[in-house]
């Protein structure tokens, strides 16, 4: 049984334990179901689902202060008299991805103000991004790669390793 799963088992238990259903109890268990699971694993030397589920928040807190960021800039380019919009297609290669992780990566693109995720390959080797804010196609590439690479490690998939050039 996964991890995740005993986590949902522990807090339907405690729900019946507590005689109370409700969504709040549900959240309480579940995370007294974290907690123990946790601290089994730490003493069976895994971290893996606490890992996982720290690289899951990380990705949601990157996520949310990058669509913040480019909320304000998009509405500050919006108000000037002359916006600095320099507008480019962007090839993202998505090869150690897997399709789950690449439909992921391509909504959360899209989801960010300034982007859109135009096509994809017919093999699933890369995506074509459209940037609002492409006049620096290399920055475009870093930010959603460090998005990738948090996707890979909420998967509880490794980083790739970094080239040596």
């Known amino acids: 049984m996964s ?18 259903f409700s969504l709040r109890s549900l ?9 123990v699971i946790a601290f089994v694993q730490r003493l069976r030397g895994s971290h893996a689902y606490a890992r996982t589920a720290a690289s899951i928040v990380r990705l949601f807190a990157f996520f949310l202060a990058d669509l913040v960021r480019s909320n304000l800039t998009l509405a ?3 108000l000037r008299p002359v916006p600095a919009f320099v507008p480019a297609l962007v090839r993202f290669e998505v090869a150690d991805l897997s399709p789950v992780e690449t439909a992921l990566l391509a909504n959360l693109v899209s989801l960010t103000p ?3 995720t135009v096509d994809a390959e017919d093999d699933g080797s890369a995506l074509y991004v459209h940037a609002l804010y492409g006049g620096d196609p290399e920055g475009v590439r870093r930010r959603i790669g ?20």
């Open 27 to 35: 959240i309480i268990g579940f995370g007294i179901g974290f907690v």
């Open 3 to 20: 991890a995740l799963a005993l986590n949902l088992l522990l807090a339907v238990v405690w729900m019946f334990i507590q005689a109370t």
């Open 146 to 165: 460090q998005l990738a690479g948090m996707i890979r490690r909420a998967g509880g998939r490794p980083m790739p390793p970094r080239d040596a050039a």
């Open 114 to 116: 300034g982007t859109l």
């Open 76 to 78: 500050r380019d919006i």
